[in-house]
C-alpha cells in the first residue's frame, strides 16, 4: 500500500525516467542499443508525448541516452567524463605496491539524509541512505580511513557485503557502474576520531579526497576519505 502511494505521488515524467533507468540497469538494453521511441512510450505509459519528452531529454542531460538524429535514442556509453584520478579501489593500489591491504569496518549503518547530504545526493530530506565508515591498512599501517554514503537505489545490497574481504569501491564497480565522478582535494586538521583510527598525532595535517560519483543518471556514492599527509601522496597526468 505505502509503495502504491509512493508511486501516484512520483510525477509521471520521473517514473518514466525510472523505468528506462531500471531497465537499463537490469540489462534489457545494453550501452549503444535503441530503446523504445518517444511514441512508443506515449502508448505504453498512456501520458502525453510533452511528458515523455522530458524524461527522454532530462536522460539525456544526463547521459544515460543519447540522441542520433533520424536514428533515434540510445543508450549513451558509460565512462567518466573527465578525471584527474583513476577510480580505483585502494586495496588495488596496495596490492601493485607490493604490499598487504586490509580493511577494518568501524560502521554500517542506513541512516536519514541531512540537509546537506539531501542535496548532494537531490534526494529529500530525511532520505534513508547507506553509511559505512572503514579504516584500510598497509602493511598493518592505516593509510585511509573512508567515510561513505550510498544511495540505496543504485547499490540496494550494500549493507550486507563483507567490507572486511572487498572494498565498497569493488561492489560499488559491479552494483552501480561508474557514469562520472567529481572530486576535490584538500590539507585539513584531523578531527579526533580520525586521529585515533589513523594513529596520528593530535592536529595533524591530512590529506582529505572528496569525491562524488554517478550512474544512470543517479548520484550513487558521496566519500569522504582522509589519509595521512606524512605518508601520503596523490598522483596523475593529464594529456
Given at each position: 500500500?505505502?509503495?502504491?502511494?509512493?508511486?501516484?505521488?512520483?510525477?509521471?515524467?520521473?517514473?518514466?525516467?525510472?523505468?528506462l533507468?531500471?531497465?537499463?540497469?537490469?540489462?534489457?538494453?545494453?550501452?549503444?542499443?535503441?530503446?523504445?521511441s518517444?511514441?512508443?512510450?506515449?502508448?505504453q505509459?498512456?501520458?502525453?508525448?510533452?511528458?515523455?519528452?522530458?524524461?527522454v531529454?532530462?536522460?539525456?542531460?544526463?547521459h544515460?541516452l543519447?540522441?542520433?538524429?533520424?536514428?533515434?535514442?540510445?543508450?549513451?556509453?558509460?565512462?567518466?567524463q573527465?578525471?584527474?584520478?583513476?577510480?580505483?579501489?585502494i586495496?588495488?593500489?596496495?596490492?601493485?605496491?607490493?604490499?598487504?591491504h586490509?580493511?577494518?569496518?568501524?560502521?554500517?549503518?542506513?541512516?536519514?539524509?541531512?540537509?546537506?547530504?539531501?542535496?548532494q545526493?537531490?534526494?529529500a530530506?530525511?532520505a534513508?541512505?547507506?553509511?559505512?565508515?572503514?579504516?584500510?591498512y598497509?602493511?598493518?599501517?592505516?593509510?585511509?580511513?573512508?567515510?561513505?554514503?550510498?544511495?540505496?537505489?543504485?547499490?540496494p545490497?550494500?549493507?550486507?557485503q563483507?567490507?572486511?574481504?572487498?572494498?565498497?569501491n569493488?561492489?560499488?564497480?559491479?552494483?552501480?557502474?561508474?557514469?562520472?565522478?567529481?572530486?576535490?582535494?584538500?590539507?585539513?586538521?584531523?578531527?579526533?576520531?580520525i586521529?585515533?583510527?589513523?594513529?596520528?598525532?593530535?592536529?595533524?595535517?591530512?590529506?582529505?579526497?572528496?569525491?562524488?560519483?554517478?550512474s544512470?543518471?543517479?548520484?550513487?556514492?558521496?566519500?569522504?576519505?582522509w589519509h595521512?599527509?606524512?605518508?601520503?601522496?596523490?598522483?596523475?597526468s593529464?594529456?
Amino acid at each position: 500500500m505505502e509503495q502504491q502511494i509512493a508511486q501516484e505521488s512520483t510525477p509521471i515524467f520521473q517514473r518514466i525516467k525510472d523505468y528506462l533507468m531500471g531497465e537499463i540497469a537490469a540489462g534489457r538494453w545494453k550501452e549503444g542499443e535503441l530503446v523504445p521511441s518517444e511514441q512508443a512510450l506515449v502508448r505504453q505509459f498512456g501520458v502525453s508525448r510533452m511528458t515523455v519528452n522530458r524524461a527522454v531529454r532530462e536522460l539525456t542531460a544526463e547521459h544515460v541516452l543519447t540522441r542520433r538524429q533520424g536514428a533515434g535514442t540510445f543508450v549513451a556509453p558509460r565512462k567518466i567524463q573527465a578525471s584527474l584520478l583513476d577510480i580505483r579501489s585502494i586495496a588495488d593500489e596496495v596490492r601493485a605496491r607490493g604490499h598487504r591491504h586490509r580493511s577494518a569496518p568501524r560502521l554500517l549503518e542506513q541512516a536519514g539524509a541531512s540537509e546537506l547530504l539531501a542535496a548532494q545526493f537531490a534526494l529529500a530530506a530525511g532520505a534513508p541512505l547507506f553509511h559505512s565508515l572503514i579504516v584500510h591498512y598497509e602493511d598493518e599501517v592505516p593509510i585511509q580511513a573512508e567515510d561513505r554514503w550510498v544511495n540505496p537505489a543504485c547499490a540496494p545490497l550494500y549493507l550486507e557485503q563483507d567490507f572486511s574481504a572487498i572494498t565498497p569501491n569493488q561492489h560499488l564497480m559491479l552494483a552501480a557502474p561508474l557514469q562520472d565522478a567529481t572530486f576535490s582535494i584538500e590539507a585539513q586538521a584531523a578531527p579526533r576520531d580520525i586521529v585515533e583510527m589513523l594513529a596520528l598525532e593530535k592536529g595533524q595535517c591530512c590529506l582529505v579526497l572528496k569525491r562524488k560519483t554517478r550512474s544512470l543518471g543517479r548520484v550513487a556514492s558521496v566519500a569522504t576519505m582522509w589519509h595521512p599527509g606524512h605518508l601520503y601522496q596523490f598522483t596523475g597526468s593529464v594529456g
